[in-house]
């Protein structure tokens, strides 16, 4: 199982963060990775691993869910493409 950790770049210089759990057959969007501007709110994407108590924590907080279908976006969007470590 891998796991990783996106954070999510405001425009308000507020950060947003979030895991996903990946097993290790599933397709992952490129990690580390940068993505540049996403929308008019989101300057910036950011990814990279981490382990699966750093991705409990995150998965608790009330903003993650909200984010969910843009990091859905980013992995149909690099779908084919195995992450590297």
């Given at each position: 199982m891998?796991?990783?950790k996106y954070t999510i770049h405001l425009k308000n210089?507020?950060?947003?963060?979030?895991?996903?759990?990946y097993r290790n057959a599933?397709?992952?969007p490129p990690c580390p990775f940068r993505w540049g501007?996403?929308?008019v709110d989101i300057v910036a994407v950011t990814s990279e691993f981490c382990d699966f108590?750093?991705?409990a924590k995150l998965w608790r907080r009330s903003d993650h869910?909200?984010?969910e279908p843009l990091i859905d976006i980013l992995e149909a969007?690099?779908?084919g493409k195995v992450c590297g470590d």
């Amino acid at each position: 199982m891998r796991y990783v950790k996106y954070t999510i770049h405001l425009k308000n210089n507020r950060k947003v963060e979030l895991a996903r759990s990946y097993r290790n057959a599933q397709r992952i969007p490129p990690c580390p990775f940068r993505w540049g501007k996403m929308s008019v709110d989101i300057v910036a994407v950011t990814s990279e691993f981490c382990d699966f108590k750093e991705k409990a924590k995150l998965w608790r907080r009330s903003d993650h869910a909200f984010y969910e279908p843009l990091i859905d976006i980013l992995e149909a969007k690099h779908n084919g493409k195995v992450c590297g470590d």
